[in-house]
C-alpha cells in the first residue's frame, strides 16, 4: 500500500471512527454541565464555583479517558480487539481453570459487561431525552410533547435494526463531524467574549472545588463523571477501526471540541447565569437553535445506535465464550461480518429504554441512574488492565501498582460518589446488571456441569472399533458427523443413533468446535484432524470469539485429504437435552437449576448457531441430570 493509499484509509476510518466510537461521549455536553451545578440543591453560579466544576471536568477528560483509556488500556488488545470481554479473556490466559484467582478474574470480567448492559439501555433514552428537551428551550409549549417524540424516535430506532446500519452508518461519520465542529465553534464564540474562563484548566479551582464544599463537593463527582460516560467505547470499538484512527480522532478533533463546549458554557454562565436551565441549548442565538435541536437528535440517535450495536456485540462475544446461551444472530451486511442484528436483545433494550423514558420523564432524573453502570465498569476494565499488565505485559511491580492506585482511586471515587444515588434511580442499572450477571454466572456453571454430565457417560472409541473390527454393525455411503463437546470418547449421539438405526457411514466424524480466547483464529490453525481405524476421524476446529462458526462452510473451505466434505452426502447429527432436575446434592444449588432449564429452553438449537441447513440435519434427543 502506498504511502496515499495509506492516508486515504487512515482518513475514511478516522471519520468512521467518530460516527461509532464518539456518539456517547460527544453527547454528554447536552447536559453534564447544567447537572453538575443543579444537583443536590444547586451551587450559587460565582465565577469560583463555575472555574471550579469546569476544572473538574477538564481533569476528568485528560485523566479518565485520555491518560487511562487513549494511551495505556487501548495497549492491552486481545489480537487488536478490545473491550470488556476481550480484556476478560485476555487477563485470564495462562491461569489455572476452577482456581480461585482465576474464578476472581472471571467475576470481574462478568460483573464489568453485565453493566454495559445498563449503559446499553440508559444512553439511549437520556440522549434522546436531552435533545428533544431543546424543543423547550425554542418555545415553551413544546414541552408536553418532549416525551411523544422522544418515544416515537426510539421505537422508530429499534425498528429500524433489523434492516441494519450498514447504509446509514456511511452517514454517521459525517454527521458527527459537522456536530463536533458545531460544538467547537458555539463554544469558541463564548470563550472569546469570556477569555477568563480557560483559568479552569488550573487543578486548584478542581481541588478547591472538592475540599471547601466537603460532602457536597464529593456527591458532585456523580454528575461530573457524565462527561466521561462513552469512554469504553474508545477500548471496545478498537477492533472496528483500529487503535491509530481512534487516537488520531480524539487528539484532532474530539477531545478540542468537547473542551471549547464545556469551557463555553461555563463563559455564557457567567455572563448570564439564568441561562442555566439549558446552558447547551442557550450557547446558540435564537435563529439556530431549532436546527441545533435538529443536529442535537441526529447525534445522540447515533449514539443510541452505536451503543445498541456495542450490545450486540457483547453479548455475541458472551455467547461463543458460553457466557450466555445461543441467541438467533442476522448477519445484516454481505460485506461487514460485524453488522448484525440480534432480535431478543434488540426488543428487550427496546422495552427497557421505554419503561426508563416513561418513569423518569426529564433527562435530569436520568442522570441519577446513569453514572453507575459507567462507573462499575471502568473499575472493572482497571482491575483487569492491572491483571494483563503483569501477567503479559510483563510491568515491573511498582509501575503496575501504580497505575492502578491512580486510575482506581478516580473509578473509585466516580463510583462510590453515584452509588449515593441508588434511591433517586441508580438501583435501575445496578438491577439489571445483577440480573444479567446472575444469568451469566447461571450459564456458565451449569453448562460445566451438563459437560461433566455427557463425559461421565461417555464410552470409550476402541469398544465400538473392535466391534467394527468384527463386521457386527452395517455400514452405508456418505458421511456422517457427530457434534459432541468432549473432544475425547463417543458422543452420546453416536451410541442412540446406532441404536435406532442399526447401522454406521462409511466415514464418521467426531466432531468439536473449541472457541478461542482470541478474536480470530487463522485458517491454517483452525483444524486439529486425529485419524483412526474403521473410517473414524477426531476432528477440532477452533474459531475466534468474534469470528462465524459457520460449520459447513470451514468444512468445505479446507479440502482435508482422505475425508471429503460433500454438502449432499454429509449429514450433521446434534443433540438436543431435555435437562432434569437432580435429587441429590450435585451439580447446581436447587435455586439455581429453574433459572438454566429456562435459559437453556432460550438458546437456539446448534445447527442454527453452527449454520448448517435444516435438510442435512438429525436431531436426537437426550435427558440430562444437573
Not at 500 to 508: A, C, F, I, T
Amino acid at each position: 500500500m502506498t504511502d496515499r493509499e495509506h492516508t486515504t484509509k487512515l482518513r475514511a476510518m478516522t471519520l468512521g471512527a467518530l460516527g461509532v466510537v464518539y456518539g456517547d461521549i460527544g453527547t454528554s455536553p447536552l447536559y453534564t454541565l447544567r447537572e453538575c451545578l443543579t444537583q443536590g440543591g444547586g451551587f450559587d453560579l460565582s465565577p469560583g464555583i463555575i472555574l471550579g466544576v469546569l476544572s473538574l471536568i477538564f481533569w476528568a477528560l485528560i485523566i479518565t479517558v485520555t491518560v487511562k483509556y487513549v494511551v495505556f488500556v487501548m495497549r492491552a488488545d486481545n489480537q487488536g480487539e478490545g473491550g470488556i470481554l476481550a480484556l476478560t479473556a485476555l487477563a485470564l490466559r495462562g491461569m489455572r481453570p476452577g482456581h480461585r484467582k482465576t474464578r476472581a478474574v472471571m467475576a470481574i470480567g462478568i460483573v464489568g459487561a453485565a453493566l454495559f448492559y445498563g449503559d446499553s439501555v440508559i444512553t439511549p433514552a437520556i440522549s434522546v431525552l436531552s435533545a428533544v428537551e431543546g424543543l423547550k428551550v425554542v418555545e415553551p409549549v413544546f414541552d408536553e410533547y418532549v416525551i411523544p417524540i422522544t418515544v416515537t424516535i426510539l421505537i422508530g430506532l429499534f425498528v429500524l435494526q433489523s434492516f441494519g446500519t450498514e447504509r446509514v452508518g456511511k452517514l454517521f461519520g459525517p454527521v458527527m463531524l459537522l456536530w463536533f465542529a458545531v460544538l467547537a465553534v458555539m463554544g469558541g464564540s463564548q470563550i472569546v467574549q469570556y477569555p477568563a474562563v480557560l483559568g479552569a484548566v488550573w487543578p486548584g479551582h478542581a481541588v478547591e472545588m472538592l475540599l471547601t464544599h466537603g460532602w457536597k463537593g464529593f456527591l458532585l463527582l456523580g454528575a461530573v463523571v457524565l462527561a466521561v460516560t462513552g469512554g469504553e467505547a474508545l477500548y471496545a470499538d478498537m477492533g472496528h477501526f483500529g487503535r491509530k484512527p481512534i487516537r488520531l480522532a480524539w487528539f484532532a478533533l474530539v477531545l478540542p471540541s468537547l473542551l471549547l463546549c464545556y469551557f463555553g458554557q461555563g463563559a455564557l454562565l457567567l455572563r448570564e447565569p439564568e441561562a442555566i436551565e439549558n446552558p447547551f441549548f442557550h450557547l446558540a442565538p435564537d435563529w439556530a437553535q431549532l436546527p441545533l435541536v435538529l443536529l442535537a437528535t441526529a447525534a445522540t440517535v447515533i449514539a443510541g445506535q452505536a451503543v445498541i450495536t456495542g450490545a450486540y456485540s457483547v453479548t455475541l462475544q458472551a455467547m461463543h465464550l458460553r457466557y450466555l446461551p445461543r441467541m438467533e444472530v442476522r448477519h445484516t451486511s454481505e460485506h461487514e461480518k460485524g453488522q448484525i442484528y440480534m432480535p431478543q436483545i434488540n426488543w428487550v433494550l427496546l422495552i427497557g429504554v421505554l419503561a426508563l423514558v416513561l418513569t423518569f420523564k426529564t433527562s435530569s432524573n436520568l442522570a441519577a441512574a446513569y453514572g453507575i453502570a459507567v462507573t462499575g465498569t471502568m473499575v472493572a476494565t482497571t482491575l483487569l488492565a492491572y491483571k494483563v499488565a503483569r501477567s503479559l505485559g510483563r510491568w515491573p511491580l511498582w509501575q503496575a501498582i501504580l497505575a492502578a492506585l491512580v486510575f482506581l482511586t478516580v473509578d473509585a471515587a466516580f463510583f462510590l460518589s453515584n452509588l449515593i444515588k441508588v434511591e433517586d434511580g441508580g438501583w435501575f442499572p445496578l438491577v439489571i446488571g445483577a440480573l444479567v450477571f446472575l444469568l451469566m454466572a447461571t450459564w456458565r456453571a451449569g453448562r460445566e456441569v451438563v459437560r461433566q454430565r455427557l463425559a461421565e457417560d461417555a464410552l470409550p472409541l476402541d469398544s465400538l472399533l473392535e466391534r467394527l473390527r468384527g463386521g457386527s454393525i452395517q455400514r452405508v455411503p456418505g458421511t456422517a458427523v457427530f457434534l459432541t463437546g468432549n473432544p475425547r470418547g463417543l458422543p452420546p449421539g453416536l451410541l442412540h443413533s446406532l441404536k435406532h438405526y442399526k447401522v454406521l457411514h462409511q466415514r464418521v466424524v467426531l466432531l468439536t468446535v473449541d472457541i478461542e480466547d482470541v478474536p480470530h483464529v487463522p485458517d491454517a490453525q483452525r483444524f486439529e484432524l486425529k485419524p483412526y481405524s474403521a473410517g473414524f476421524y477426531r476432528l477440532i476446529i477452533h474459531f475466534g470469539f468474534k469470528d462465524e462458526p459457520d460449520l459447513p462452510n470451514a468444512l468445505e473451505k479446507k479440502k482435508i485429504p482422505g475425508l471429503p466434505f460433500e454438502s449432499m452426502e454429509t449429514t450433521y447429527f446434534v443433540s438436543r437435552e431435555t435437562l432434569i432436575r437432580s435429587r441429590l446434592a450435585i451439580g447446581l444449588p436447587k435455586w439455581q437449576e429453574p433459572i438454566f432449564v429456562f435459559l437453556s429452553k432460550l438458546s437456539a438449537s446448534p445447527s442454527e448457531y453452527f449454520c448448517i441447513p435444516p435438510n442435512r440435519v438429525v436431531e436426537l434427543g437426550m435427558q440430562v441430570e444437573i
